[in-house]
């Protein structure tokens, strides 16, 4: 409001300088002028304000009244200046308009009109630089002060549109408001300029003479002087106020221009018509007015409201930016607090680093001279842990050596004290020999000392009857003590006699028992130290051949024959004959024979071995003719004959005698050794060597097992032993029972404690492979290899058997020539007691094999071999 006011009324200074500004200015300012010193004072304090006044065209009497009075004003100030001035031309056209826009519109008026002529783009945009525009934009007026409200336009502009109008125009109801607007600005300007309006008013209207009519100003017609600018210079026809033409009265021209009528009809006149032109005003003039300004005051009020909104939407945009100022001020004030903190932060870090490299290299230095400390410490330890450890090594070592020397004495001690145990340890075995031998001769006496007793304590009780008897005899010969002394004498003769009737008895048994022995090995050397026995199996219900003819003739009696038929031939004649093969042996067996029958005659040469001979059985025969079942079945020889060893041995342990026995199980196979105890997988493999003692007409195997036989059980454990490594060494291609020679050790240690002899027999049992002949032309290969050591050792074997029935001195045995031989070697001969089986097959097919080893049998049993040599040792 300050802005409309100050723009109503500007400050007196300031009046009539800014004569360059725009024309509102001016004109406010020579509007105020006029209304100050000229025209008819109004109250300043009665103008009021656009809006009131806009408000007041609601009211259009109060209107019509202001504008009655404006225009009675103004209409008086032209008459009062226009007489002053001595020219009524000269300020009635511009001031009128003047002081009618004043009246009219104001600055508000002409903002409407403004608005409305200009293009509405212009509005919102435009904004003219007048002073009035700065001064307003300055001034706290929310109408006019927003950079975005349209600038109205200059009263200058306003008054551009209305300065024209004249008073005839309301009067004629011709004012056109769009022409006026529509008016070019130069036409405006050229009005506004006041000077030269003046002037040109003052050319327009020229001093007249008297008689000249006075220009009435009437309205001029509604033409601009830009429309026809012609017509402002050229002779105005504008109707004269005259005496005539008004009232008739002469004019009246003084010398001052104005003429000189009757003064008072000439304003009784200009106010009749001024009564005129108001009541044209008040009429159509007004209802235009009112209507403008009610169009002014719905457009001022939508753009009041558009203000509102856009001074809301300001408030909001200024709230928000004052909010926006506010964060701003707070952000920049928080970062000015983070800044501050930060630069407190980094000044606290920065402290606390340098507090921290500080402390760093004091803890740095610290623990460097901790380290060196310690390292010294470290250093001397190390050197005194070095001195004390030299001193402790030099301290063990000493006790070590001083150790040592204990120890190596108390080793020599303790070796002598072992010498000297093993001294005593052998004298103790010694002593407990001698003890032993003493003990058992101990216990003899005692058994002789029993019998002694037995036969005294008979004698005692004979003695004791006798005692009884004599003192009966004693009571009944009390008289006669004589005949008491003798019978006493007597019984101690009986005693005496009794005692060495028994002495003569022991050693009457055991000069029995070396002759039993002595007896016993003649009755063998008579039987022949080789001897043959024959041994035909029975058949079988597996054989499916015929059998062959054989024939017992002396089954009955000796049982040493055995008659085979030979195979027929059929002679040219169509006759058909059969050889007859008589053969005689030491003994015969047929096929009804039991095991128990062959071992009761081959006992006698277990006996010998007992009593220290070597003796050899082996078996000789084909495949599949006996030979194992005869040796090794569950009665066979070699459980038989360790059998009678037990009970012999336990026999002879009354008289004296007793008997170890280690039993080995060998078998030679292509002229080489296989442990049967041993590990089947290595059989042909591992070597075994048969080393003699010539002395002791001893043969030992290398890397054979022994096994000591002191019971039964060992015996059997034994033999399954040796059956089962020869059936896991068997082959398809190959039997091993049948291609191999197994050979039974039986050594047998016998001592005498009482007599003190010792003996050492051993007895061999031999399965021999199988005696067929295979031709050459069906047997090849590993079989042909067989066959032919096979045939080489058994030919071998009736080599020896046949050099040793020679009987010469000194002549050469050759039992090197093959290993059965060899190994059998103090097993057969003069030194031992051989038996030899030969088995024979039943069967026809095996008829040719029969007759051949029967053969082979006739000419071993046809060999003498010398005088067998016991094994004894004193
Ligand atoms: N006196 C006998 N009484 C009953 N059966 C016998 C008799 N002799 C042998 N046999 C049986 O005859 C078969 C062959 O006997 P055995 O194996 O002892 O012959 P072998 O000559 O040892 O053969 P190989 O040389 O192949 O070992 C066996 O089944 C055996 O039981």
């Known amino acids: 409001m300050r802005a409309t006011a100050s723009s109503m009324m500007p400050p007196p200074e300031q009046r009539g300088v800014k004569h360059k500004g725009t024309g509102c200015r001016w004109h406010a300012q020579s509007s105020e002028d006029i209304y100050s010193s000229r025209a008819v004072p109004e109250p300043v304090a009665k103008r009021k304000t656009l809006t009131e006044r806009a408000g007041e065209t609601s009211r259009p009497n109060s209107v019509a009244a202001s504008s009655t009075r404006a225009v009675n004003g103004a209409v008086r100030n032209t008459m009062q200046s226009g007489l002053r001035n001595g020219g009524f031309s000269s300020s009635t056209a511009p001031r009128f308009p003047s002081n009618s826009s004043r009246n009219i519109s104001g600055s508000s008026m002409a903002s409407s009109v403004s608005s409305i002529s200009r293009p509405p783009s212009t509005q919102s945009n435009y904004r003219p630089h007048t002073v009035m525009g700065h001064?307003?934009?300055?001034?706290?007026?929310?109408?006019?002060?927003?950079?975005?409200?349209?600038?109205?336009?200059?009263?200058?502009?306003?008054?551009?549109?209305?300065?024209?109008?004249?008073?005839?125009?309301?009067?004629?109801?011709?004012?056109?408001?769009?022409?006026?607007?529509?008016?070019?600005?130069?036409?405006?300007?050229?009005?506004?300029?006041?000077?030269?309006?003046?002037?040109?008013?003052?050319?327009?209207?020229?001093?007249?003479?008297?008689?000249?009519?006075?220009?009435?100003?009437?309205?001029?017609?509604?033409?601009?002087?830009?429309?026809?600018?012609?017509?402002?210079?050229?002779?105005?026809?504008?109707?004269?106020?005259?005496?005539?033409?008004?009232?008739?009265?002469?004019?009246?021209?003084?010398?001052?221009?104005?003429?000189?009528?009757?003064?008072?009809?000439?304003?009784?006149?200009v106010e009749q018509m001024y009564t005129q032109l108001k009541s044209q005003m008040e009429g159509d003039y007004l209802r235009f007015i009112v209507s403008e300004l009610e169009t002014i005051r719905s457009q001022l009020s939508s753009k009041n409201s558009m203000l509102v909104q856009e001074l809301e939407d300001i408030k909001v945009k200024l709230s928000t930016t004052n909010l926006t100022l506010e964060e701003r001020q707070q952000r920049n004030t928080e970062e000015d607090f983070k800044d501050q903190q930060r630069r407190e932060l980094d000044k606290a870090t920065r402290a606390a680093q340098d507090d921290v490299e500080r402390v760093r290299k004091e803890a740095k230095d610290e623990t460097e001279r901790l380290l060196r400390l310690h390292k010294e410490d470290l250093a001397q330890l190390e050197r005194h842990m070095k001195d004390e450890a030299q001193d402790e090594k030099r301290r063990r070592n000493d006790e070590i050596e001083e150790l040592k020397k204990e120890r190596d004495q108390q080793l020599q001690n303790v070796e002598g004290n072992i010498g000297k145990k093993d001294q005593e340890l052998q004298d103790v075995r010694n002593e407990l020999g001698r003890t032993t031998v003493e003990l058992e001769r101990e216990k003899a006496l005692v058994l002789s000392l029993k019998s002694t007793i037995n036969q005294i304590t008979t004698e005692k009780v004979i003695m004791d009857t006798a005692n009884r008897e004599m003192h009966a005899k004693i009571s009944f010969l009390e008289s006669s003590n004589q005949s008491q002394s003798q019978a006493f004498e007597e019984m101690k003769q009986r005693m005496q006699q009794a005692m060495d009737a028994e002495s003569v008895a022991n050693q009457k048994l055991i000069a029995e028992e070396t002759l039993r022995r002595k007896l016993h090995n003649q009755v063998q050397e008579l039987k022949g130290n080789i001897r043959v026995f024959c041994r035909v199996r029975p058949s079988l219900e597996s054989d499916q051949e015929d059998p062959a003819k054989i024939a017992f003739p002396d089954a009955e009696a000796d049982s040493k024959e055995v008659v085979v038929q030979g195979p027929e031939k059929e002679s040219s004649l169509g006759k058909i004959t059969s050889t007859t093969n008589p053969f005689s042996f030491d003994r015969v067996f047929g096929p009804t024979s039991q095991n128990s029958d062959i071992f009761d005659e081959i006992s006698q040469l277990v006996q010998s071995a007992l009593d220290g001979y070597n003796v050899c059985i082996f078996c000789y025969g084909q495949t599949g003719s006996g030979k194992t079942y005869t040796m090794s079945s569950a009665d066979g020889m070699i459980p038989l004959a360790v059998k009678q060893i037990y009970d012999t041995a336990a026999s002879l342990e009354e008289k004296g005698w007793k008997y170890t026995m280690e039993g080995s199980f060998v078998e030679v196979y292509n002229e080489n050794l296989n442990d049967l105890l041993g590990d089947a997988k290595e059989f042909d493999k591992k070597k075994h060597e048969i080393r003699h003692d010539t002395e002791k007409c001893k043969t030992t195997i290398t890397g054979v097992a022994t096994v000591q036989l002191d019971t039964p059980e060992a015996l059997q454990s034994m033999l399954n032993a040796a059956s089962n490594n020869r059936r896991v060494a068997a082959t398809s291609a190959n039997q091993r029972s049948s291609r191999s020679h197994s050979v039974f050790i039986l050594r047998l240690t016998g001592r005498n404690s009482v007599t003190g002899e010792m003996s050492e027999g051993t007895l061999n049992l031999v399965d021999l492979a199988g005696s067929e002949r295979l031709s050459h032309s069906q047997a090849e290969g590993q079989r042909l290899k067989e066959t032919q050591n096979i045939n080489k050792s058994l030919s071998c074997l009736g080599d020896v058997i046949g050099a040793l029935g020679q009987g010469k001195e000194g002549g050469h045995i050759p039992y090197r020539n093959s290993k059965l031989t060899y190994l059998l070697q103090f097993s057969l001969g003069g030194n031992s007691k051989t038996l030899m089986f030969v088995m024979i097959s039943p069967l026809q097919a095996h008829l040719q094999e029969t007759i051949t080893s029967l053969k082979f049998a006739t000419k071993v049993h046809n060999t003498h071999i010398g005088t067998a040599k016991r094994q004894v040792k004193n």
């Open 135 to 269: 001064s307003r934009s300055a001034s706290t007026n929310s109408q006019f002060n927003h950079g975005t409200m349209p600038r109205p336009t200059s009263t200058v502009g306003n008054h551009n549109g209305i300065l024209p109008l004249s008073v005839s125009a309301y009067q004629t109801g011709t004012l056109n408001v769009k022409k006026l607007r529509d008016r070019p600005k130069s036409y405006f300007r050229s009005t506004s300029d006041h000077s030269p309006l003046t002037a040109k008013h003052m050319k327009t209207f020229p001093r007249t003479p008297r008689q000249q009519p006075v220009p009435v100003p009437s309205l001029p017609k509604p033409k601009t002087p830009s429309q026809n600018p012609s017509r402002s210079n050229s002779p105005s026809k504008e109707v004269f106020l005259t005496r005539e033409s008004t009232t008739k009265q002469p004019a009246l021209i003084t010398d001052s221009g104005f003429a000189g009528w009757d003064v008072e009809d000439r304003i009784q006149s």
